[in-house]
């Protein structure tokens, strides 16, 4: 089996579909380890990458004013039991442009694998940017996951990304996402991972509403069991004024696994207002005895109401 | 009544809740595929009562006895009794992050049945749109209360327990959860039936009425209503006493 066709396994396991990574109309990347195994622009969008000794370079630029219809799919792996992936990758979206992607990152075989990503984003004046990443890391808990973007929304720009990473063991996971939105921004971050064994979870987000009028949610849905140990640090700043933000953390503890969350809410315009909410505990009894009244045992009920959480 | 028509017998039971005895000595009696209806003021232990026939965490009786079907179910789980057909509608429905209507609907059903669920969005009068909406705070608090009907409609319930299902739902809407109710009992469930309002006994083909974690009368519906609209308000139990007088003398 050539290695575009294991990255596809791999990619279908973790819930993707590989027809799209063989669709010319789709525009597409698929990185395996530090090769570069597929990349497919299309008009309008244009992708390019470079190998790295540890990994790969990606540029990905949209033009002004186009809107790309199907989303586009990137697909990130490791394969082997050990390695290092390091991805740069800069991506470019023009004024008024607007795009979807669809990120898979599997590691099914991992014990030792090390994945990095180092992201700069900027969403052009009036663009639109949803970005969706879903890991899958096998069952060993042996994936280190350093996802670290740095995002910056123009005037009218928006921008909204998922992390979801609840199939498998999360291993060491530290998520830092910062974004700055200027006037009439928009910016979403929206993270879901589940934890178990001896996973360590560390999930920052830090959103700056630094224009009028700009709007940010910066949410958080962990959910550790076993020994496993989640923190999340949850910030969002009101700089100016008409600014509206809010912070919303949920986290589901169980067995001996110990959560944190610090939301930190910072005002620097009179006008603005910045809100959070944060709730820490075990399943709520209310929900577990309403699918226990269904006839559900009560770790089935558990699982409905986590999955449900974590958007699965 | 034969033993076999009866589907839940409440023998004796007492409840008490964070230091206050809420149930004292409760006994009820409620026929198969029937609508027993039990009526009561706000505090006078009808949630309570529901919740400890369910199993609810932190309703554990102190004394008594239930039987469901035969079978001293008085310390089995909630999951077991959820498994031997017996399911609560709560007065104030939880709300689920995440969990779409049309998954909520089918957790209960044995067999996967989409015609059921569909069948039971449509009796409670909501349409199939609602299928992919989640069961979360999006949802008013009388879409929830539907849904909480419809998921109970879904089930197959052998015995549902309703918990103040009229609640926060336009009166204009009693009608369909009255027809809700029949349809339930014309399939073959037994329908439990918890309110503080008269109107709804109308429903029933039986009625209870509890007063301060007793059932002081069980009947004809016409006549417990009668009793409720003539004897039950407010008051503390010397009150009581004396009106209860009153009343046996009338």
């Not at chain 1, 207002?273 to 577990?288: F, R, Y």
């Not at chain 2, 399939?187 to 301060?212: M, N, P, Y």
Request: charged letters at 25%; a negative charge.
């Amino acid at each position: 089996m050539s290695d575009f066709e294991q990255i596809l396994q791999a990619y279908e396991e973790s819930g993707g579909d590989p027809k799209f990574l063989k669709s010319p109309k789709v525009a597409s990347l698929v990185v395996s380890g530090n090769q570069v195994i597929g990349a497919n622009s299309i008009p309008g969008l244009t992708m390019t990458a470079e190998q790295l000794p540890d990994g790969v370079k990606a540029q990905v630029a949209v033009d002004a004013g186009v809107r790309i219809e199907l989303p586009v799919h990137l697909c990130f792996g490791v394969l082997p039991a050990e390695g290092i992936q390091r991805i740069l990758s800069e991506f470019e979206i023009g004024a008024g442009a607007s795009v979807e992607f669809i990120a898979h990152c599997t590691f099914p075989n991992a014990t030792h694998v090390q994945h990095i990503m180092e992201g700069k984003i900027h969403v052009g004046e009036g663009a639109t940017m949803r970005y969706k990443e879903t890991h899958y890391h096998g069952q060993t808990g042996g994936v280190e996951v350093l996802p670290k973007a740095r995002v910056t929304v123009a005037k009218g720009g928006r921008y909204a990304s998922t992390f979801g990473l609840s199939r498998g063991r999360a291993g060491k996971v530290d998520f830092d996402y910062e974004v700055d939105v200027a006037e009439d921004g928009v910016a979403e971050l929206d993270a879901k991972v589940m934890g178990y064994g001896d996973d360590e979870i560390i999930v920052r987000e830090t959103i700056r509403l630094n224009g009028e009028r700009a709007r940010g949610l910066a949410k958080s849905r962990i959910a550790v069991r076993d020994q496993a140990r989640s923190e999340v640090f949850g910030t969002t700043e009101g700089n100016a004024p008409f600014a509206r933000g809010h912070v919303d953390c949920v986290e589901i503890v169980r067995d001996q696994a110990i959560a944190r969350a610090t939301p930190l809410v910072r005002v620097t315009n009179e006008q603005a207002q910045v809100t959070h909410e944060a709730a820490i505990g075990t399943v709520d009894k209310k929900q577990l005895e309403t699918l226990m009244a269904r006839g559900l045992d009560e770790e089935a009920g558990v699982e409905v109401i986590i999955r449900g959480m974590l958007g699965d | 009544m034969e033993t076999d028509e009866r589907i839940l017998q409440v023998i004796d039971l007492w409840v008490t809740r964070e230091g206050r005895q809420i149930l004292r000595g409760v006994n009820l009696t409620v026929s198969r595929q029937s609508v027993h209806a039990v009526l009561g003021l706000n505090g006078s232990g009808k949630s309570t009562l529901a919740y400890t026939l369910m199993g609810s965490a932190g309703y554990i009786p102190s004394r008594g006895q239930i039987l469901f079907e035969g079978q001293e179910i008085t310390s089995r789980s909630i999951s077991e009794r959820g498994k031997m057909g017996i399911t609560l509608a709560w007065q104030e429905p939880a709300r689920f992050e995440g969990l779409t209507v049309e998954r909520y609907l089918s957790l209960g059903q044995r067999k996967p049945d989409t015609q059921r669920v569909w069948a039971a969005l449509e009796a409670v009068r909501l349409e199939a749109s609602y299928l992919q909406r989640f069961v979360d705070e999006s949802l008013s608090g009388g879409e929830r209360k539907r849904i909480e009907l419809a998921a109970v409609y879904a089930m197959s319930p052998i015995l549902a327990i309703l918990d103040e299902p009229d609640s926060g739902i336009d009166t204009l809407s009693l009608d369909d959860i009255a027809q809700v109710i029949h349809r339930l009992a014309q399939e073959g469930s037994t329908v439990l039936l918890i309110s503080h309002r008269d109107e709804v006994v109308a429903i029933a083909d039986a009625a209870s009425l509890i007063c301060e974690g007793q059932i002081v009368q069980t009947g004809n519906p016409d006549k417990v209503c009668d009793r409720y609209a003539r004897c039950c308000r407010p008051c503390d139990k010397a009150e009581r006493v004396e009106r209860e007088v009153e009343y046996e003398r009338l």
